[in-house]
């Protein structure tokens, strides 16, 4: 009995302390489950508030981020942790116990260790990157106007070189090179990658004010993961996405006027008089005008095709998000129109990007863009043609003929050049329009824990037409009229597809040891046709282009196809030990359907290592040191930047006349070369990081060397082979340099803040081999331009002008006995052997390469106000200006300059610098065409005003800033063309630093807001 009552004791003991546990487990879980609606602030250690700092509940995807006081709203289980970060932060946690108001004062870390910044397919901790890449801050060019990517990245990154081929024309080209010119023949532009989708080719259609940041892969150890396409650099361009649990609408607007910055000073009509009359005096001959005042002032021609130009954008932005969804949606509209009559562009843009966690193990997003591109082109040559018609010539006469030199020289006789109009040729209708779509879909897994797998599929598709029609009696040229009226329309279209599908293992070992690895296999198709009408001699003008069945002369249509294909594995493995050794290597196998049979596949390695010697202990007790790092990298990458068909046998079609009828035959256009391959780059950089005083003072120090070999060149064959080159992988050049960043914190207070960026690069360009020539001499603009061993591609080679001969004496000693005084003087080269200027008398008279280009920029905030200036430059180079036969001969067939005509040699005004007046003058091309392409621009200064927080709480708004902006305030250069970084043809890498003033540089003023909500 007494067991029996024991054994009950304990029982009833054992259930009530089982009770017990689990009464106090429910209440202990319930307490953990309670959700409590918590609010707070956070602030700087100068107490000024933080917005955009991100908080989220630990392990979870559940976040917001504080608005522009600094303040925040979260739902959060009580007892979980909130996480605080902010780039320039320290991370804070926070452990939630009640719903009293949270304070969180967020520490400087200088050395932004858990800055995250993209590489190619993933992303790393700033600290942990090996190669040389560069975070480019977009935030610090948002707020100012950019018309394009390329415009945003302009001097703000070392060893970017960026020139515009037209100016300030809208749309025109950009040429962008990075560490110089890999190539000959082959395209030398970086691979642009847009959320994922790598070989955009059009900027123009991407808007800059989606982007969130922009990082530069510059060295063979961050470009070697794109193989084949990372010869020339890597620009990988990521676009906003939206912020969970806040939603938010922005608008940004500006507008403003832009003017020609600099004009060409020519003669007036009296003066134009005075100087042909004088011309012409100078060679025995009768003046043609008797009273030249009679002229008066004239056509100016530059203010009949100059204007005041608008330039507007408009942006309306909405993101936000909830636990596991986030959304950005952006709509745009931009419009330019150009400085010079007949010329200007437009955008219209929309932008959805998504993703959201749909399971707790697989996310799925989307990045799309749609944008209706309009490209107004006035004719390239009506600016080069205002220079050199005469101003006695008006715009039109009564009867409605269009005033020209050819007129002129009807109406008094003379040897005027030109019958083109400048203003008729601003009058074509001549544009494109351009429908642009990117777009990508992906699904991210994760497998198992630390392996994650992600499929992505892409497009670039791009439909374009250009509209093309100059009305009867309009000139199209500088010697031809259209008869009747000229038409065409040609349409294009551009589709790439792209699949990738990469695998990810990260994993962080006892904090001491952290991998990372990435395998992956893509692919790649490309397909691209056009197809081109066109008719002329119209009854009427007023179809256009819009029915060109109505032209009575129908010309020849055209259409053509072709595509090619992209296969490639890639693997990268990221190492780091003890948060202070850091190792990389890459390996990219790439296959190309452009190349021959057996040589379609590539193999692309590359390795590095670094070592953050901050982290050492003996290092922790020097202070100042913030941040100490040792980086170096080699690695191969390649070019595959020809036409599709290059290895195979190509046809084309011909016309021929038989028997009075037009025939139409097939005949061999270019070589096969089964053997064509890979061009292949390598590359070889040591760096330094080094911080000071918490980053207060931050430095970046690479040299680079790079080798390309098997260039895909040109080669001259025989003609009896029926061609003149074909392609084969001959030759070789080498690029190296040096590159240097400075960023400081000058001033930095609660009321003052001053920060500067200084960037410097210098590359030294050099041809190694030639496949066996010395020297190949290629004919541009009259002139030379020289590709020979042990010298810089695209030097100008010309005649040497080495003075003005001043009396009959001279000309007597010299190798140009039928000059006479005032003639340019030639250096002879030969004069044991000859006694002639030829050929053979040509030298290397100008370098277009520059011997450094820098960025500077300083930005300075007090209080609400905030000021930005931005300066770059270009120091070394020389530029050969082809303006000189049209401006500055003065032989009295064009205007010209006033200089050249004041200032002509005489016997009274016995000039060594400028030569005499007279209609036989020598046209030759030589370095007097050569000038001094330094520069230094005042490119953009911009100051602003945010209006108060407490003040904007009141009008419930998030951001309320103004600003006032002034783009190429002003330049410092002895050049006398229009731009000093004008390059005529575009993204030639021989033919560079050629400018013939196609168009303007623009001053720009813009006034414009920024707002949120």
Same mark, same amino acid.
């Given at each position: 009995?007494?067991?029996?009552?024991?054994?009950?004791?304990?029982?009833?003991?054992?259930?009530?302390?089982?009770?017990?546990?689990?009464?106090?487990?429910?209440?202990?879980?319930?307490?953990?489950?309670?959700?409590?609606?918590?609010?707070?602030?956070?602030?700087?250690?100068?107490?000024?508030?933080?917005?955009?700092?991100?908080?989220?509940?630990?392990?979870?995807?559940?976040?917001?981020?504080?608005?522009?006081?600094?303040?925040?709203?979260?739902?959060?289980?009580?007892?979980?942790?909130?996480?605080?970060?902010?780039?320039?932060? =320290?991370?804070?946690?926070?452990?939630?116990?009640?719903?009293?108001?949270?304070?969180?004062?967020?520490?400087?870390?200088?050395?932004?260790?858990?800055?995250?910044?993209?590489?190619?397919?993933?992303?790393?901790?700033?600290?942990?990157?090996?190669?040389?890449?560069?975070?480019?801050?977009?935030?610090?060019?948002?707020?100012?106007?950019?018309?394009?990517?390329?415009?945003?990245?302009?001097?703000?990154?070392?060893?970017?070189?960026?020139?515009?081929?037209?100016?300030?024309?809208?749309?025109?080209?950009?040429?962008?090179?990075? @560490?110089?010119?890999?190539?000959?023949?082959?395209?030398?532009?970086?691979?642009?990658?847009?959320?994922?989708?790598?070989?955009?080719?059009?900027?123009?259609?991407?808007?800059?004010?989606?982007?969130?940041?922009?990082?530069?892969?510059?060295?063979?150890?961050?470009?070697?993961?794109?193989?084949?396409?990372?010869?020339?650099?890597?620009?990988?361009?990521?676009?906003?996405?939206?912020?969970?649990?806040?939603?938010?609408?922005?608008?940004?607007?500006?507008?403003?006027?832009?003017?020609?910055?600099?004009?060409?000073?020519?003669?007036?009509?009296?003066?134009?008089?005075?100087?042909?009359?004088?011309?012409?005096?100078?060679?025995?001959?009768?003046?043609?005008?008797?009273?030249?005042?009679?002229?008066?002032?004239?056509?100016?021609?530059?203010?009949?095709?100059? @204007?005041?130009?608008?330039?507007?954008?408009?942006?309306?932005?909405?993101?936000?998000?909830?636990?596991?969804?986030?959304?950005?949606?952006?709509?745009?509209?931009?419009?330019?129109?150009?400085?010079?009559?007949?010329?200007?562009?437009?955008?219209?843009?929309?932008?959805?990007?998504?993703?959201?966690?749909?399971?707790?193990?697989?996310?799925?997003?989307?990045?799309?863009?749609?944008?209706?591109?309009?490209?107004?082109?006035?004719?390239?040559?009506?600016?080069?043609?205002?220079?050199?018609?005469?101003?006695?010539?008006?715009?039109?006469?009564?009867?409605?003929?269009?005033?020209?030199?050819?007129?002129?020289?009807?109406?008094?006789?003379?040897?005027?050049?030109?019958?083109?109009?400048?203003?008729?040729?601003?009058?074509?209708?001549?544009?494109? @329009?351009?429908?642009?779509?990117?777009?990508?879909?992906?699904?991210?897994?994760?497998?198992?824990?630390?392996?994650?797998?992600?499929?992505?599929?892409?497009?670039?598709?791009?439909?374009?037409?250009?509209?093309?029609?100059?009305?009867?009696? %309009?000139?199209?040229?500088?010697?031809?009229?259209?008869?009747?009226?000229?038409?065409?329309?040609?349409?294009?279209?551009?589709?790439?597809?792209?699949?990738?599908?990469?695998?990810?293992?990260?994993?962080?070992?006892?904090?001491?040891?952290?991998?990372?690895?990435?395998?992956?296999?893509?692919?790649?198709?490309?397909?691209?046709?056009?197809?081109?009408?066109?008719?002329?001699?119209?009854?009427?003008? %007023?179809?256009?282009?819009?029915?060109?069945?109505?032209?009575?002369?129908?010309?020849?249509?055209?259409?053509?196809?072709?595509?090619?294909?992209?296969?490639?594995?890639?693997?990268?493995?990221?190492?780091?030990?003890?948060?202070? %050794?850091?190792?990389?290597?890459?390996?990219?196998?790439?296959?190309?359907?452009?190349?021959?049979?057996?040589?379609?596949?590539?193999?692309?390695?590359?390795?590095?290592?670094?070592?953050?010697?901050?982290?050492?202990?003996?290092?922790?007790?020097?202070?100042?040191?913030?941040?100490?790092?040792?980086?170096?990298?080699?690695?191969?990458?390649?070019?595959?930047?020809?036409?599709?068909?290059?290895?195979?046998?190509?046809?084309?079609?011909?016309?021929?006349?038989?028997?009075?009828?037009?025939?139409?035959?097939?005949?061999?256009?270019?070589?096969?070369?089964?053997?064509?391959?890979?061009?292949?780059?390598?590359?070889?950089?040591?760096?330094?990081?080094?911080?000071?005083?918490?980053?207060?003072?931050?430095?970046?120090?690479?040299?680079?060397?790079?080798?390309?070999?098997?260039?895909?060149?040109?080669?001259?064959?025989?003609?009896?082979?029926?061609?003149?080159?074909?392609?084969?992988?001959?030759?070789?050049?080498?690029? =190296?340099?040096?590159?240097?960043?400075?960023?400081?914190?000058?001033?930095?207070?609660?009321?003052?803040?001053?920060?500067?960026?200084?960037?410097?690069?210098?590359?030294?360009?050099?041809?190694?081999?030639?496949?066996?020539?010395?020297?190949?001499?290629?004919?541009?603009?009259?002139?030379?331009?020289?590709?020979?061993?042990?010298?810089?591609?695209?030097?100008?080679?010309?005649?040497?002008?080495?003075?003005?001969?001043?009396?009959?004496?001279?000309? @007597?000693?010299?190798?140009?006995?039928?000059?006479?005084?005032?003639?340019?003087?030639?250096?002879?080269?030969?004069?044991?052997?000859?006694?002639?200027?030829?050929?053979?008398?040509?030298?290397?008279?100008?370098?277009?390469?520059?011997?450094?280009?820098?960025?500077?920029?300083?930005?300075?905030?007090?209080?609400?106000?905030?000021?930005?200036?931005?300066?770059?430059?270009?120091?070394?180079?020389?530029?050969?200006?082809?303006?000189?036969?049209?401006?500055?001969?003065?032989?009295?067939?064009?205007?010209?300059?006033?200089?050249?005509?004041?200032?002509?040699?005489?016997?009274?005004?016995?000039?060594?610098?400028?030569?005499?007046?007279?209609?036989?003058?020598?046209?030759?091309?030589?370095?007097?065409?050569?000038?001094?392409?330094?520069?230094?621009?005042?490119?953009?200064?911009?100051?602003?005003?945010?209006?108060?927080?407490?003040?904007?709480?009141?009008?419930?708004?998030?951001?309320?800033?103004?600003?006032?902006?002034?783009?190429?305030?002003?330049?410092?250069?002895?050049?006398?063309?229009?731009?000093?970084?004008?390059?005529?043809?575009?993204?030639?890498?021989?033919?560079?630093?050629?400018?013939?003033?196609?168009?303007?540089?623009?001053?720009?003023?813009?006034?414009?807001?920024?707002?949120?909500?």
């Amino acid at each position: 009995m007494k067991n029996a009552c024991n054994k009950q004791k304990k029982s009833s003991l054992f259930l009530f302390t089982l009770i017990t546990a689990i009464v106090m487990s429910c209440l202990s879980l319930s307490a953990q489950n309670t959700i409590l609606s918590l609010r707070g602030k956070v602030t700087d250690t100068s107490g000024n508030d933080l917005p955009g700092v991100n908080v989220v509940v630990k392990n979870s995807s559940n976040g917001t981020s504080t608005d522009t006081n600094g303040e925040f709203h979260i739902q959060a289980p009580q007892n979980s942790v909130l996480v605080f970060s902010f780039i320039g932060m =320290k991370t804070k946690e926070y452990k939630v116990k009640s719903t009293q108001p949270i304070q969180i004062i967020l520490e400087e870390d200088g050395i932004l260790m858990d800055e995250v910044i993209a590489v190619g397919y993933g992303s790393m901790r700033k600290s942990d990157i090996t190669g040389s890449i560069v975070s480019f801050q977009v935030k610090d060019v948002a707020e100012r106007p950019n018309a394009s990517v390329e415009q945003m990245l302009q001097g703000k990154v070392a060893g970017v070189q960026i020139s515009s081929g037209f100016g300030a024309k809208p749309g025109a080209e950009m040429n962008v090179r990075v @560490r110089g010119t890999n190539s000959i023949n082959t395209g030398a532009t970086p691979l642009y990658v847009i959320d994922g989708i790598a070989g955009v080719g059009d900027l123009s259609t991407v808007n800059p004010y989606d982007i969130e940041s922009i990082e530069v892969l510059k060295d063979a150890s961050a470009t070697a993961i794109y193989g084949a396409r990372g010869a020339n650099g890597v620009i990988l361009i990521t676009t906003k996405q939206g912020v969970t649990d806040k939603f938010q609408i922005s608008f940004d607007a500006y507008a403003g006027a832009q003017s020609v910055l600099k004009r060409m000073d020519l003669l007036d009509a009296t003066e134009f008089a005075n100087y042909s009359n004088d011309v012409r005096k100078a060679d025995g001959l009768t003046p043609l005008f008797s009273n030249p005042g009679s002229f008066g002032k004239g056509t100016d021609w530059q203010d009949e095709i100059f @204007r005041t130009a608008a330039v507007q954008n408009y942006q309306l932005s909405l993101s936000g998000g909830g636990n596991n969804t986030r959304y950005y949606l952006s709509g745009s509209y931009f419009s330019q129109d150009g400085v010079v009559v007949g010329s200007g562009q437009n955008r219209l843009s929309v932008r959805l990007n998504m993703d959201s966690q749909v399971k707790k193990w697989l996310k799925v997003g989307l990045n799309a863009s749609v944008s209706e591109y309009y490209l107004d082109s006035d004719n390239s040559n009506a600016v080069v043609i205002a220079n050199m018609t005469t101003p006695i010539a008006p715009v039109k006469y009564e009867d409605g003929t269009w005033g020209s030199n050819a007129t002129v020289a009807k109406e008094y006789g003379g040897p005027f050049y030109g019958s083109g109009n400048p203003y008729a040729l601003t009058q074509f209708d001549e544009y494109r @329009r351009k429908t642009h779509l990117i777009s990508n879909v992906y699904l991210e897994g994760e497998i198992i824990k630390d392996l994650k797998l992600k499929v992505s599929m892409g497009a670039d598709i791009a439909h374009g037409k250009n509209y093309y029609y100059v009305a009867d009696g %309009y000139p199209t040229s500088n010697t031809a009229f259209s008869v009747g009226g000229d038409a065409s329309l040609s349409s294009s279209r551009f589709v790439a597809w792209q699949n990738e599908n990469t695998l990810t293992y990260k994993k962080n070992i006892n904090n001491l040891h952290m991998l990372d690895l990435m395998a992956g296999i893509s692919f790649r198709k490309v397909t691209s046709e056009s197809m081109t009408a066109a008719a002329s001699n119209f009854v009427d003008d %007023y179809f256009k282009f819009n029915n060109l069945g109505l032209g009575q002369t129908q010309k020849p249509a055209a259409s053509s196809y072709e595509d090619n294909a992209l296969n490639s594995y890639f693997l990268r493995l990221n190492y780091v030990y003890n948060d202070k %050794y850091l190792f990389t290597f890459t390996s990219r196998i790439d296959g190309s359907s452009k190349f021959g049979a057996g040589n379609k596949y590539g193999f692309f390695p590359s390795g590095a290592v670094a070592y953050r010697l901050s982290q050492e202990p003996f290092m922790q007790e020097i202070k100042q040191i913030s941040n100490l790092k040792l980086r170096a990298s080699i690695g191969a990458t390649g070019n595959q930047e020809i036409d599709s068909y290059s290895s195979l046998a190509q046809m084309s079609g011909n016309n021929y006349v038989l028997g009075g009828d037009r025939v139409v035959g097939i005949s061999p256009t270019s070589v096969a070369n089964p053997d064509l391959r890979w061009e292949k780059t390598t590359q070889f950089d040591l760096g330094i990081d080094f911080g000071l005083f918490d980053e207060r003072i931050s430095m970046i120090f690479d040299y680079y060397y790079k080798k390309t070999t098997d260039l895909l060149l040109k080669r001259e064959i025989p003609y009896t082979s029926g061609f003149e080159t074909c392609y084969e992988n001959i030759g070789a050049v080498s690029n =190296k340099g040096i590159e240097f960043t400075l960023n400081t914190h000058n001033i930095k207070s609660k009321d003052f803040n001053w920060t500067s960026s200084f960037n410097i690069s210098m590359n030294r360009n050099k041809v190694l081999d030639l496949g066996g020539a010395n020297e190949i001499i290629t004919t541009v603009s009259r002139g030379g331009n020289l590709l020979r061993v042990g010298e810089p591609m695209g030097l100008f080679y010309d005649y040497k002008a080495i003075g003005i001969f001043q009396n009959e004496d001279e000309i @007597r000693n010299s190798a140009q006995p039928n000059a006479v005084p005032g003639d340019v003087k030639y250096l002879n080269l030969n004069p044991e052997t000859d006694n002639i200027i030829n050929q053979d008398d040509r030298v290397i008279v100008g370098n277009p390469h520059p011997k450094f280009i820098y960025g500077f920029t300083n930005s300075f905030q007090w209080k609400d106000f905030d000021l930005s200036i931005f300066i770059d430059g270009s120091y070394g180079n020389d530029i050969m200006n082809e303006s000189y036969i049209d401006t500055q001969l003065p032989n009295g067939t064009t205007n010209c300059l006033r200089d050249v005509y004041y200032n002509a040699w005489t016997p009274e005004n016995p000039s060594t610098t400028h030569q005499r007046l007279g209609a036989s003058l020598d046209p030759r091309s030589s370095s007097l065409r050569i000038e001094s392409g330094s520069f230094l621009r005042f490119k953009n200064i911009t100051v602003g005003y945010t209006f108060n927080p407490k003040l904007l709480k009141k009008m419930h708004m998030d951001k309320l800033r103004i600003y006032l902006n002034i783009e190429n305030l002003h330049v410092f250069t002895k050049y006398s063309g229009y731009d000093p970084q004008a390059n005529r043809y575009g993204n030639s890498n021989q033919f560079l630093g050629y400018d013939r003033n196609w168009y303007p540089q623009a001053r720009t003023v813009t006034g414009g807001i920024s707002l949120a909500f």
